[in-house]
Nanobody
Framework: QVSLVESGGGAVQAGASLRLSCTVY????????MAWFRQAPGREREFVAM????????HYADSVKGRFIISRDSSGNTIYLQMNSLQPEDTAVFYC??????????????????WGQGTQVTVSS
């Protein structure tokens, strides 16, 4: 049974930082691309950041560029999302995802076969 387990969410004030973690259980995902998405109430799930299996290239959504940092541990089976300068508009459920694809559609949810259950991030002003 493969599972992705996120942790690290919480409620903070604007300007604070949080670090999310996502660990894979049940198989080796070191050759998969892994990503973070988020979904705010009433909105579609949106891409946040990803680490691509091809060369480990990293991509960010424009809305988080310069504030969030995605990283991956040496095993390749845990990813992190360091979130700095959090704003109320960052409030959402954050999901990690894994997929094995060779295109550059890293923000396309259909490229990801495995998803975590999500962790809530709430930022108050």
């Amino acid at each position: 049974q493969v599972s992705l387990v996120e942790s690290g969410g919480g409620a903070v004030q604007a300007g604070a930082s949080l670090r999310l973690s996502c660990t894979v259980y049940g198989r080796d995902f070191s050759d998969y691309s892994m990503a973070w998405f988020r979904q705010a109430p009433g909105r579609e799930r949106e891409f946040v950041a990803m680490s691509h299996l091809l060369g480990g290239s990293i991509h960010y959504a424009d809305s988080v560029k310069g504030r969030f940092i995605i990283s991956r541990d040496s095993s390749g089976n845990t990813i992190y999302l360091q979130m700095n300068s959090l704003q109320p508009e960052d409030t959402a459920v954050f999901y990690c995802a894994a997929g094995k694809f060779y295109n550059n559609l890293y923000g396309y949810t259909g490229n990801y076969n495995y998803w975590g259950q999500g962790t809530q991030v709430t930022v108050s002003s």
